[in-house]
């Protein structure tokens, strides 16, 4: 059975060793990732940063961070997301990106962007967004690195 | 005489009156621009912002502040700029980009981004970024207000 809630604290070393067995994530990114689920277990409102959870058998097998653009009255972006390795295909992912939709419109805003990179190694990483109903709307070259390109999708929320 | 040089505790008092006297600026967007300020002042690696301030006859009337991107390796960001209504058209703005994109150079970065407002009010913003060398690359609707985009410039460095 799976349940989708709130962070709690509880769910970090779960979490920070499922990141660690992601193979996109660059070691890093890793600190970076962290931080970010750190701050929406310690301080989301202060943060900015708030996580979904999804959880298999009473075990965290992934989350997503979402919050709202600083100087923005309707963008919101999702920071991170991410799924077990083990447990990928069983639409874990979609729920997740679907569950902080609805938590931002609950929260008054309109779209949401998000960041990734262009290159192979995350392919399926924007196939997944393109499936959730999210466009490519901008790209910056050499952003990540020299032939590394920022890739910013969107979506509004209907 | 103009002195272009890195920011001092001092300039604080004198910086935060002149973005209140800039009409460009929103109530809402001084408090961002004050922390990004005081955070290069009181420490400049641990935030991430660095700022070159222009002084004229010993007054401070103008500020850049830049960073680097987080986990990218190249691309740095230009996050506030903004000269004393009373001083502008001499060149000083223009001067302040020239001096944080030799700055960006030195440690190593090879492209500048900046945002700004899609708005009216942001006209001569954008024309002012233009001139400087800088490329509108992106664009997302609505992303700070509905019917107010948000802008991406981007500039190589040679």
Redesign the interface.
């Known amino acids: 059975m799976i349940v989708y809630r709130d962070i709690v604290p509880g769910d970090l070393p779960a979490l920070e060793s499922m990141l660690r067995r992601i193979s996109e994530f660059a070691p890093?990114?890793l600190p970076?990732a962290n931080e970010v689920l750190e701050g929406s277990v310690s301080n989301p409102a202060g943060s900015g940063y708030y996580t979904v959870v999804a959880e298999v058998d009473g075990r965290p097998v992934g989350y997503a961070t979402y919050g709202s653009?600083?100087?923005?009255?309707?963008?919101w972006e999702i920071y991170w997301a991410a799924v077990d390795p083990e447990t990928q295909g069983r639409g874990i992912g979609r729920e997740l990106m679907r569950r902080c939709e609805t938590a931002v419109k609950q929260r008054g805003g309109?779209?949401i962007?998000l960041e990734t990179s262009s290159t192979p190694q995350y392919a399926r990483t924007r196939r997944f967004h393109a499936s959730c109903g999210y466009t490519e709307?901008?790209?910056?070259?050499?952003?990540?690195?020299?032939g590394d390109d920022?890739v910013?999708f969107?979506k509004k929320l209907g």
Chains 1, 2 share one sequence.
């Open positions: 890093d990114e970076v653009t600083p100087l923005s009255r309707g963008n309109w779209q962007t709307i901008a790209r910056i070259p050499d952003f990540y690195d020299r920022l910013i969107y």
